[in-house]
């Protein structure tokens, strides 16, 4: 029988219930039982007064715990609990501290009183998980903090400091950093005897159609496709509806069931934990000691090199930033100025944060100023012998255990350690860009990677507050390789009779934030282009050699006008004819269905290739690749659990249709029913 991860102490006559269940005092069965337990006791005995509810470790209960919500429930089921503390003829007061979330939210709030340390977040992130707060919070929440803070903290799932909680009547007071027990004791003693006991549930709301309509159409904006956020607006809704408590609780049951059911919230949930694993490496302790990382360099002002070096200025890691010449140097140090200068407009930044980023940053024309750091990272032009120059002289020069990292996106991790003497110490960190903003980082380990190199890097990416996914050394590693059977299959189908507009409209309508033209013409239809316009081999070709480039010329795939909305292009329709007329193709109608089969398939079927040759760790790392790297729809999971979902027998039959052969692993878990591991 394993302890209660609860205890109670005395204090007088205010009893003390105190969680202790690490990491994150999630709200599991034991941690249920064993606040109702004490409640019960603290009601029942005559020679207590009041009850104070707080939590050891780093944070309050940070929610319902989510690995029990594909298991059988357990009483008290946490709207119960919620509830009982409601109920109790004693006051209760939540003690706070860290993030009081979801679950954890719940309980705060049917508790009576709430009092937090000024660095304490709460909120209810259930909609990040496809859900929404199913124990009580669409109900109390808007009785409590009002309707515009409810619709906030739910449809947007953003947690909220403690002071703007306390400014809209969610926190009833800010205690000490340091005093949270004392400062909540004597909360408890001031409060003991107040009579009324103040139940959320019995406070009114006042309506706010205003809120509700602007949320609803900023849901519809920014929240295409994804079914949880307009569930967690209807229960805010329903709450200042003049509906009663009773029926408020029994509408959010029924939205909550509904969404924990579906599919979305599978995929979310899926993603959450898919993210977290993905830091682990299966073969790497996970007490590896880490190379101490006190200094960044990097090598390339551009705009990767220049994106890169401000996620370590914003994390607070100095960094020394080298170029060849000194205007380069100058635009790139400018720029990232710029880019700080922009987001403290946006009031995401202080000034004085930008000034100290500027400050850690060293721009240098000596590239022999580099032997001080201890990870470098080159973000150079993608040509290997650039790259294996650079190592060269790397190797001669950075200090012994650096960290010498390429940002390279395709080329090949071995061959660039193997031209120096330290291929151990050798790594691609391949950010994606915007480097300063995208999340994704795919760590690219090499035959001779040291276990602490990946280490150290693994943990350089979560303070630098990247999702971090290690890949082998392969042509694309993860994500570039999966799309490359995308983009030729949308190519190929382009000269059999689709259009760029129809490829895209079925990308968008599966919920990616663009299709395969529109993401070319936003990268560059001239990436990766010979320039040599009279040489005409493809369509991007015929393109590129007209400065048909994409928004940055205007014209790509699409036109574009002054503002950079794009329209079809007869121009483009007319270079894909010239196509069909010399390979001498018919152009016929093509299905949605034969689109999704032949760029989204195709790339699971890659992704299978890349498990099979041990190129990812999980298939569940491929799917954080395209959600954090190329905006797959989270709602969907990812490509390798959506294949799951759509059923890996059609996804086996559509690839066979069209001619793929499937991969070995692909086509056993679709024989078997299993899963693509
Ligand atoms: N349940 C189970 N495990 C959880 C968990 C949770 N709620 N939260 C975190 N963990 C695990 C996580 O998987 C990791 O495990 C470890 O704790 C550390 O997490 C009815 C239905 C609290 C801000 O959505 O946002 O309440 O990898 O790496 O970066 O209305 O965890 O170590 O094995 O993220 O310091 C609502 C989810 C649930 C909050 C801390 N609550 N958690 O971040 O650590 S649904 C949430 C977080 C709900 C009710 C509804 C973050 C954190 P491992 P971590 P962190």
Redesign the pocket.
């Known amino acids: 029988m394993t302890a209660s991860p609860i205890r109670t102490e005395r204090h007088d006559d205010i009893l003390v219930i105190i969680s202790d269940n690490p990491?994150?005092n999630?709200?599991g069965a034991a941690v249920r039982q064993g606040i109702e337990a004490a409640i019960k006791d603290g009601v029942a005995d005559a020679s207590v007064a009041a009850m104070v509810i707080r939590c050891d470790g780093?944070?309050f209960f940070?929610?319902?715990?989510?690995?029990e919500f594909t298991k059988p429930p357990v009483s008290p089921l946490?709207p119960e609990l919620v509830d009982m503390i409601e109920a109790s003829t004693k006051p209760v007061v939540a003690a706070i501290h860290g993030?009081a979330?979801?679950?954890?939210c719940?309980v705060t709030l049917g508790c009576h009183y709430r009092i937090a340390v000024p660095s304490a977040k709460i909120g209810?992130?259930?909609v990040?998980?496809g859900?929404?707060?199913?124990?009580g919070?669409t109900q109390r929440l808007p009785r409590v903090a009002g309707v515009r803070v409810a619709l906030e903290l739910t449809a947007k799932g953003d947690p909220i400091p403690a002071k703007k909680a306390h400014e809209a009547g969610l926190i009833d007071r800010i205690a000490g950093e340091d005093s949270l027990v004392a400062d909540a004791l004597a909360f408890a003693n001031e409060i003991k005897d107040i009579r009324p006991i103040p139940r959320a549930s019995e406070k009114a709301v006042t309506a706010d159609p205003d809120a509700v309509e602007a949320f609803r159409k900023e849901n519809a904006r920014r929240f295409r496709g994804f079914e949880a956020p307009a569930a967690n607006i209807a229960c805010i809704e329903k709450a200042a509806s003049g509906a009663t408590f009773a029926d408020g609780i029994a509408f959010e049951r029924q939205e909550?069931m509904r969404l924990m059911m579906g599919v979305q919230s599978a995929a979310q949930r899926h993603i959450?934990?898919a993210e977290?694993?993905a830091s682990k490496i299966d073969d790497v302790p996970a007490d590896t000691a880490l190379r101490p990382i006190r200094r960044v360099g990097v090598i390339g002002a551009g705009t990767m090199g220049g994106g890169i070096a401000m996620n370590f200025l914003t994390a607070g890691i100095p960094v020394t930033i080298v170029e060849m010449q000194a205007d380069a140097l100058e635009r790139g140090t400018g720029t990232i100025r710029k880019n700080y200068e922009a987001t403290a407009a946006k009031g995401r930044m202080k000034p004085e944060q930008v000034d100290a980023a500027m400050a850690a940053l060293t721009p240098t024309l000596a590239f022999d100023d580099l032997a001080e750091c201890d990870l470098i990272i080159e973000a150079v032009y993608e040509e290997m012998s650039v790259k294996k120059d650079i190592f060269t002289r790397l190797d001669a020069i950075a200090k012994p255990g650096a960290i010498l990292a390429s940002n390279t996106s395709y080329l090949d991790i071995d061959e660039i350690a193997a031209v120096t003497s330290r291929p151990q110490d050798v790594v691609g960190m391949h950010f994606f860009s915007p480097a300063n903003v995208m999340k994704l980082l795919e760590v690219v380990r090499g035959a001779k990677t040291a276990g602490d190199v990946l280490a150290t890097v693994m943990d350089v990416a979560k303070k630098i507050r990247k999702v971090a996914v290690v890949a082998g050394v392969t042509y694309g590693f993860i994500g570039n390789r999966m799309l490359m059977p995308r983009q030729v299959e949308a190519t190929k189908l382009l000269l059999e009779g689709a259009t760029p507009e129809q490829i895209d409209r079925v990308h968008v309508g599966f919920g990616m934030p663009m299709g395969p033209f529109q993401m070319a013409d936003l990268a560059g239809v001239d990436i990766g282009w010979h320039r040599d316009p009279s040489r005409i081999e493809n369509i991007r070709d015929a393109l590129a050699a007209e400065n048909r480039w994409g928004q940055k010329t205007k014209a790509g795939f699409y036109d574009y006008d002054e503002k950079r909305t794009p329209s079809n292009s007869a121009r483009v329709a007319e270079i894909i004819d010239q196509f069909r007329a010399k390979e001498g193709v018919t152009p016929r109608e093509i299905g949605d269905d034969e689109i999704v089969a032949r760029t989204l398939y195709t790339m699971v079927n890659e992704g299978a290739l890349i498990l099979e040759e041990g190129k990812a760790q999980r298939a569940s790392d491929i799917d954080v690749v395209w959600i954090y790297g190329y905006g797959w729809p989270v709602y969907r999971g990812g490509p390798m659990f959506w294949a799951q979902t759509e059923g890996l027998k059609k996804v086996v039959a559509g690839l066979e249709q069209y001619g793929f052969p499937v991969a070995r692993s692909l086509k056993e878990a679709a024989a078997t029913g299993g899963q693509i591991r």
């Not at 940070?62 to 690995?67: C, R």
């Open positions: 990491p994150v999630a709200l780093r944070t940070a929610g319902a715990d989510i690995t946490l993030t979330l979801g679950g954890g719940e209810t992130p259930e990040k998980l859900l929404l707060p199913g124990a919070g909550f959450f934990f977290r694993q």
